[in-house]
């Protein structure tokens, strides 16, 4: 499978499904049980190479700022959310992390994990067994440096349209209101 033929498949399931991205991962699942085995094993590998993009510290703060604190598993789900809406809005968000604010409406769905094992689950269905998973770890560490999110001049600096979207929702919690340990 080449690259361009999964942002295809990513691509048109978020067009088939519009904006709910339950049914995103529901079409996308339907759409791997249609491929070989091994473009299935493919799919998955450049959905982790997608993922792996996404980790690093500017858009890991960036998240944190529009969603709340995020754990490790939290964060994988914000990625796999981010790839499923498609190859520009990922390379915007990597480019300008601030302009996650742009996905604010589908936000209930950043934590949501709806794509984690798709292709298994389609492999197993073509198959019968789990495909091995032999892919060298992602990095440990989110790559560059993390904003320091106490500060919130810096944090305002940084993401100017994510700190407008918080001044406006005065519900959501801020870093730099949270009291240091």
């Known amino acids: 499978m080449e690259r361009a033929d999964f942002w295809r498949l990513v691509e048109g399931a978020r067009v088939e499904a519009g904006s709910d991205t339950e049914r995103v991962a529901q079409v996308l699942l339907r759409r791997l049980r249609d491929l070989s085995p091994a473009e299935i094993e493919q799919f ?7 993922q ?6 500017p858009i890991h703060d960036a998240a ?20 499923s809406h498609g190859r520009r809005t990922m390379q915007r968000v990597q480019e ?15 934590r949501i994990d709806w794509f984690c094992g798709l292709a298994m689950e389609a492999h197993i269905a073509a198959t ?3 495909f091995d998973v032999d892919r060298p770890d ?13 500060d919130e001049a810096s944090v305002r600096q940084q993401f100017p349209r994510l700190t407008a979207y918080l001044d406006d929702n005065p519900w959501i919690e801020r870093p730099w209101g949270q009291a240091a340990d």
């Open 138 to 150: 992602g990095p440990d560490e989110p790559a560059g440096t993390p904003v320091e999110m106490t």
């Open 96 to 110: 300008d992390p601030d302009s996650l604010v742009d996905l604010v409406r589908d936000r209930h769905n950043a």
């Open 64 to 83: 944190t700022l529009l969603l709340g604190p995020l754990d490790d598993d939290a964060l994988f789900a914000v990625q796999d959310w981010i790839v």
């Open 44 to 50: 998955q590998e450049l959905w982790e190479q997608a």
């Open 128 to 130: 019968g067994r789990p």
């Open 52 to 57: 792996d993009k996404l980790y690093c510290w």
